[in-house]
Nanobody
Framework: QVQLVQSGGGLVQAGGSLRLSCAAS????????MAWFRQAPGKEREFGAA????????TYADSVKDRFTISRDNAKNTVYLQMNSLKPEDTAVYYC????????????????WGQGTQVTVSS
């Protein structure tokens, strides 16, 4: 059974930082691209960042580029999202996802999803 277990969300002031983690089990982690998506209240889920199987390729949404960094540790079966210079508009539930089709921006490319973790940025 595949599980993606997220941790690290919370409340932070604007300008602060948070790091999200997503630990995978039940799959061969290094064969999957990983991504982070987010969904704000009343909005559709949107792409945030993705990383290829061995970390050589990274893709970011324009809204998070230069502030967020996605990384992975295949020895620990874990993907991370380091979020710096957080803004109130970053407030959302964040989801990690695993997909076999490459580190693209479409959620249809991802098969397995984490449970979601709330990130709230106060102004």
């Amino acid at each position: 059974q595949v599980q993606l277990v997220q941790s690290g969300g919370g409340l932070v002031q604007a300008g602060g930082s948070l790091r999200l983690s997503c630990a995978a089990s039940g799959l061969t982690f290094s064969t999957y691209a990983m991504a982070w998506f987010r969904q704000a209240p009343g909005k559709e889920r949107e792409f945030g960042a993705a990383i290829s199987r061995f970390g050589g390729g990274r893709t970011y949404a324009d809204s998070v580029k230069d502030r967020f960094t996605i990384s992975r540790d295949n020895a620990k079966n874990t993907v991370y999202l380091q979020m710096n210079s957080l803004k109130p508009e970053d407030t959302a539930v964040y989801y990690c996802a695993a997909g076999y089709k490459g580190n693209g921006m479409s959620d249809s490319m991802y098969t397995y999803w984490g449970q979601g973790t709330q990130v709230t940025v106060s102004s």
